[in-house]
Each structure stands twice: as C-alpha cells, then as structure tokens.
C-alpha cells in the first residue's frame, strides 16, 4: 500500500506543470548551456545544464506565463533564444550556428515563427535598401539617398501595419505584448490602451502589459489639452530652473534630447531655424538633455547653436523629466502656450514649423 501511496503522488508531481528544454547541439560536447531571461534589465540564469556529446536536457517548475529566454553556450558567443512555456521543448542545432537552431514544442514559439516569417520579405527589402542607402551616402549621391530613405519609410509604414494587425488578430498571444511594447514607442496612450482593452485576461496581466498600463497612465497626463505638468532641474550652471518659470511667451517648445543621440543632432536646425524666426513673436525653447556627460551636453549646445535655456540632471534615460512625460524615444518634444497647455507634440521638421507660424502668423 506504501508503494502504491508514493506511486500516485509521484505521478501527481509529475503531472504538474512544468518547463522541459531538450537540447541536440552537434558539436557541443562536454559544453555549459545556461538559460537565461531578462529581468529587471538584466540577463538572468534560470537553469543550466552540461552537453553530453550535444545532448542535454534541463526541467524546472512551471512557468507563470510564456516569456523570451536565451540559451547561451557558456563563455561564448553562441545563442539562440526562444518562448519558454510549460511544454517540452526541443532544440535542434549546431554549436557554430546556434541562433539558427530550429525550435520545436513551443506554441508560443511558432506563433512567433510565423509572425517573423510574416515579415521576412519586408526585412530582406529593408536589409538591401540599408546596404543601398550606405554606399549612396559614401559616394555622396543625394538624390540616391533621398529616394532609398523614402523607400525605407515606406516599408517601416508597411511592417508597422503587418506588427499592429498580429496584436490585433491574436489577443490570446503571449508573443502580442512583446510586440505592442514595440510599437508602443510611436503610439499615443489611447491607441495603446485600445489594444490592451482587447487583449485576453491572462495576456492582458502579464508584466509587459502592465509595464505599459503604467506607461499609458502617464501619456494620458501629457497628451494634448493637458496642463503640462511642472519641474525643476538645474541649468549649465548648477541653477536649478522650473519649467513654469518659462511660461509666458506666446509659445514655449519643451524639447527632450541629447548630444549623442543623432536624429536629436539632426533635428536641432531645424529648430534653431523656428527660434530665430519666431522668438521675438513669443516663441522660446526650454531643452531638457538626456546626456550623462556635461562636457558633452555644453560642448553640443554650442555646436548646434542651440540659444535657449537648457537643463539636465546627467540622469540619461533616467532623466526625471523625462518619465514624467513618458519619454522614451527621442528626438521628443511639447508645445506649450501661454499658460502651460500642450498644444502639440513631437512637431518635427517642417510641422514644427508650420504649427508655430499657424498660432504666431506671420
């Protein structure tokens, strides 16, 4: 009866959910694999096993949800990475290729295999355009460069499309929040929380989508009609300034940006163009640097010309101001008029241009 007792609760155990990961690496032998996740920014180990002539295998206990994890043959480069779900889940490979190694046992997983397939043709396209647009800009053809960049954007339009329409039509996904994090950046609240509203319960409570939850919370302070929301920080000189001390002029440009950050570099005449037309018609910048480096920041200030006061706390991505508006892509920037209402946001280019000249007149 003893017997027959631990028999059944033995069988119980294993019935529980869990992880398995079969590994058959050609050319793997006696080598370390570790499997590791993201967490908190960063690479976690999670398991780890010993390759026997290419095979191994690793077992833990259930997973809450299915994530990406990587599987790294230790102290070197070789990785592949892969949706760990409680399955058993097998990895076919070789040791010198193994970011190609074929995945098998993982629903998760294919569903991501056929949304990267989906966008295959796209990246093959995009990949020769890059290569294109490299050698029209050492040759110096501007005309070439000019055309290959509207090319790129109009596939960057049509993977955008192809990624919004895999969220959408797989709200049971577990591979959906990784890809609406993604898009997140070029979306406002309102159309990220669309999506999430249409996400199932167990997605929908996964830590990407609450990370976003939290991201949309503070858009919805920042988007257009808000008051924006006040702060202080010092200026070049260790001055501390607020952002509503700079309230008054007809309109006030709250630029977020950097000295290493290139399109910011790029995007600072057309800028320094609007201020010099328009300050003395009430327009004025207040820049907020996401730099880590003072010399820098003062040294890219004085290069680009950029006339305005500026402010910083050296925090990079951890830039107070910056979370309070939800920044995290940059070039980035607010319209502010009189009173401190966000009129605008992320006016680049020539509708920067446009939206002053449209308040201000000529």
């Not at 399955?87 to 990267?116: H, N, P, W």
């Not at 990624?163 to 950046?185: E, G, H, T, W």
């Not at 920044?327 to 020539?350: C, Y």
Request: proline share 3%; glycine share 6%.
């Amino acid at each position: 009866m003893y017997l027959v007792f631990a028999a059944v609760i033995m069988a119980a155990c294993s019935s529980e959910p869990h992880y398995v990961v079969n590994g058959k690496i050609d050319g793997a032998d006696s080598v370390v694999f570790l499997l590791q996740k993201r967490e908190a920014g960063q690479m976690v180990n999670i398991d780890s096993a010993i390759a026997q002539k290419g095979s191994f295998k690793m077992k833990g206990g259930a997973v809450k949800y299915p994530e990406m994890v990587m599987l790294v043959a230790k102290n070197t480069r070789m990785r592949t990475s892969f949706y760990l779900e409680n399955s058993e889940i097998t990895v076919t490979g070789t040791l010198d290729s193994l970011f190609k190694a074929t995945i098998t046992g993982s629903k998760t997983q294919d569903e991501y295999q056929v949304f990267v397939d989906s966008n295959k043709q796209l990246n093959d396209r995009y990949s020769q355009i890059y290569n294109d647009y490299q050698t029209a800009n050492q040759d110096g053809d501007t005309a070439r460069v000019s055309q290959l960049e509207k090319e790129a954007e109009k596939i960057q339009n049509e993977m955008t499309a192809l990624q919004k329409d895999f969220v959408k039509n797989n709200p049971a996904s577990f591979v959906a929040p990784s890809i609406l994090r993604s898009l997140s950046y070029e979306m406002e609240g309102n159309e990220i929380e669309s999506y999430i509203n249409a996400m199932d319960t167990a997605v929908a409570n996964t830590p990407i989508v609450k990370e976003l939850k939290d991201r949309v919370a503070i858009m919805k302070t920042v988007a257009i009609g808000q008051k924006a929301p006040d702060f202080t920080m010092n200026d070049a000189e260790g001055n501390p300034v607020s952002l509503s001390s700079k309230f008054g002029p007809k309109l006030l440009l709250v630029d977020f940006w950097a000295a290493w950050c290139g399109p910011c570099r790029k995007e600072n005449p057309n800028v320094v163009k609007v201020y010099k037309e328009f300050n003395k018609k009430g327009f004025d910048v207040f820049g907020v640097s996401l730099d880590q480096s003072k010399e820098d920041w003062l040294k890219a200030i004085n290069d680009d010309k950029l006339t305005w006061t500026h402010v910083s706390d050296l925090q990079y991505w951890n830039n107070a101001a910056a979370k309070m508006y939800a920044v995290n892509s940059i070039p980035a920037n607010f319209l502010l008029d009189e009173t401190g209402t966000i009129i605008g946001k992320n006016l680049r280019e020539e509708a920067l241009y446009e939206k002053v000249k449209e308040v201000l007149g000529e």
